[in-house]
């Protein structure tokens, strides 16, 4: 039983169209915006705004309202739609707010059906009776979604397709399954149910675990993804907002063969990468997305997602050194480093292979600082030769800045909570140690440089900073691999102090053109990425 979508054409080319001669389209995925408003004339002015993001129809939430008075306002809601229209009165049983009678709950959406609505959406548990109840009633343009919501769990492949099956059994039009990511391996079994599925399917995964559900189901053929108008208003854990599928995503060019790429990380949802290399892979007509990966178990992540479409990633904290062991191959530097940034599965075999483009990003931008500051040639060999500088943290950062500062020449002291961990790196690279308590009182000589790799001062912590402000007078430049926020409390206070100061920013964007290009194959966009990141 496969429903066309009714919302959409093809053109020759075989690319979907919207019939309101919208943007062409490489998939048939549907936005729907959820609109949850407690009165009738909100719900109106939300769905212009919806009809404004190219939302290609809304969910009206009739359990949302405060006052509702059924004939009349579903007659309202329907005739002043700009946009197709999707019916749910969620009761409080199935996680919406609808705590009345149930025989009335049911008459409101036989209603809606009956004046015009475009989809209705009724719970499993009920929807046997209810489209038993509709019978030869049904209007032929109107599409019955009947679902089922998880709110604990993401169950296994079997326990899912027996739910898709039981769905069927309904006389659904549309199946809609929403389960919860514990972890993020979860949402591969939804896309495994999705994309093997034989009759229109909305598969989603709730919470930032499972943000990649609303993303790539257009990969997987889903029917319909969720966004909200405004970010932090959502009807769902984890729904990202239409600005980001539509702009930031670009959810409308993505399809079956689009690679995926992704920042592995935790925490993650702070990092920049989509926003860069989302914009660069859709100005050089790349077929790629770059996605936000909550991840907890690197390796369980890589085993589960290990599919030749899953191409590339970007590795944040905590995962950089566990990289390494998850890797099939590492390149020398990273091996010598200890950590992996970056992870590129090879297309031919799937094989991982993993390297380090933090310390060049990094190096570069501290060398570029020390030169701008103080008018130093670069003919004359590095800046950093000879030079004491002092990494704070020894994880996967510290370890690629140690390692670099070291190549150049410079005498390395590493300054770490635990005493040992820098003892353990300093020893590994040739350098001093120190315990950060120490750090403040640490001043053999002036004109050193700092660099903090800790995510010390990082949203939303940003009143915190790794060193007191008078110990900074003894740098003469001090760098941040914190990014967010662009100036930290660190770098203030050493400006404050007269230090030449180096945002993490330019790390970011360095060690990201490299990685573009491993990606992609395509060389790197330079300017781009640096527009790209000034608006942030």
Known sequence: MDTVNPLL??????????????????????????????????????????????ADLVEIRLDSLKNFNPFEDLNVLIKQSPLPTLFTYRPVWEGGQYDGDEKKRLDVLRLAM????????????????????????????????????????TPSVVELGNLVVKIQSTGADIVKIATTAIDITDVARIFQITVHSQVPIIGLVMGERGLISRILCTKFGGYL????????????????????????????????????????????????????????????GFNGVFVHLLVDDLEMFLRTYSSTDFAGFSCTIPHKETAVKCCDEVDPVAKSIGAVNCIIRRQSDGKLFGCNTDYIGAISAIEDGLQAGYNM?????????????????????????????????????????????????ADVIGGDALSLDDLARFHPEDGMILANTTSIGMQPNIDQTPMPKDALKYYSLVFDAVYTPKITRLLREAKETGATIVSGLEMFIGQAYEQFERFTGLPAPKEQFRRTMSKY
């Open 377 to 425: 040639s670069s003919a004359a060999g590095s800046p950093l030769a000879g030079k004491l500088f002092v990494v704070i943290g020894a994880g996967g950062a510290g370890k690629a800045l140690a390692y670099g500062a070291k190549q150049k020449g410079a005498r390395v002291v590493i300054a770490n909570r635990t005493y040992e961990r820098a003892r353990e790196l």
């Open 225 to 284: 993804t969720f966004g909200t108008l405004e970010g932090g208003v959502v009807s769902a854990p984890g729904q990202p907002t239409i600005n980001d599928l539509l702009n930031l995503y670009n959810f409308r060019q993505l399809g079956p063969d689009t690679k995926v790429y992704g920042i592995i990380g935790k925490p993650v949802g702070h990092s920049k990468s989509p926003m860069l290399y989302n914009e660069a892979f859709k100005s050089a």
């Open 114 to 153: 009956e004046l015009g609505a475009d989809y209705i959406d009724v719970e499993l548990k009920v929807a046997h009776e209810f489209i038993k109840s509709i019978g030869g009633k049904k209007p032929e343009k109107i599409k019955v979604i009947v679902s089922s919501h998880n709110y604990q769990s």
């Open 9 to 54: 054409v093809s053109s020759a080319s075989g690319l979907k169209m919207d019939v309101n001669g919208g943007e062409m389209r490489k998939n048939p995925t549907l936005i729907c915006a959820p609109l949850m408003a407690d009165s009738i004339d909100k719900m109106v002015t939300l769905m212009a705004k919806a009809k404004a993001t190219t």
